[in-house]
Nanobody, 126 residues
Framework: VQLQASGGGLVQAGGSLKLSCAKSGRTFSNYVMGWFRQAPGKEREFVSVFRWTDGDTYYSDSVRGRFTLSRDIGRNTVYLQMNSLKPEDTAVYYC????????????????????WGQGTQVTVSS
C-alpha cells in the first residue's frame, strides 16, 4: 500500500484548502482511511477518518464543523476540505490507512494505522 498526499500550502486565516490522498496497492475491506496532523513540537494528532465497518466519518473536536472528509471510491482517494482555517491548524498533515477493522475508541491512536503518507505542509497565517 502506498499513500500519496497533496494539496497543502500557505493560506490566510479564514481561508480554505483541500487535501487529497490517493491510495495504491492492495484492496481491503473493513479499512479505515483518513488524516492525522503534527504541529512543530507536538505529538501527532487525530483529525478525521472514514471507517468502512459502519460507514461513518469521525472528526476531532477541534475540526468538526470546519473540515469535511469525502471519498472517491473509484479513484481510491480521500479528500479533506478544510474551511475557516485557523493559525492553530498549521501542521504537517498525514494521510493514514489501516487495513482491517478497529474499534471506534482506537481510531484516534496513531499506532493503530499500518500505513502513512509522506505528509503535506499546511500553513495558516494570522
Amino acid at each position: 500500500v502506498q499513500l500519496q498526499a497533496s494539496g497543502g500550502g500557505l493560506v490566510q486565516a479564514g481561508g480554505s484548502l483541500k487535501l487529497s490522498c490517493a491510495k495504491s496497492g492492495r484492496t481491503f475491506s473493513n479499512y479505515v482511511m483518513g488524516w492525522f496532523r503534527q504541529a512543530p513540537g507536538k505529538e501527532r494528532e487525530f483529525v478525521s477518518v472514514f471507517r468502512w465497518t459502519d460507514g461513518d466519518t469521525y472528526y476531532s473536536d477541534s475540526v468538526r464543523g470546519r473540515f469535511t472528509l469525502s471519498r472517491d471510491i473509484g479513484r481510491n482517494t480521500v479528500y479533506l476540505q478544510m474551511n475557516s482555517l485557523k493559525p492553530e491548524d498549521t501542521a504537517v498533515y498525514y494521510c493514514v490507512f489501516r487495513a482491517n477493522r478497529v474499534v471506534a475508541t482506537a481510531l484516534r491512536i496513531p499506532s493503530q494505522y499500518d500505513y502513512w503518507g509522506q505528509g503535506t505542509q499546511v500553513t495558516v497565517s494570522s
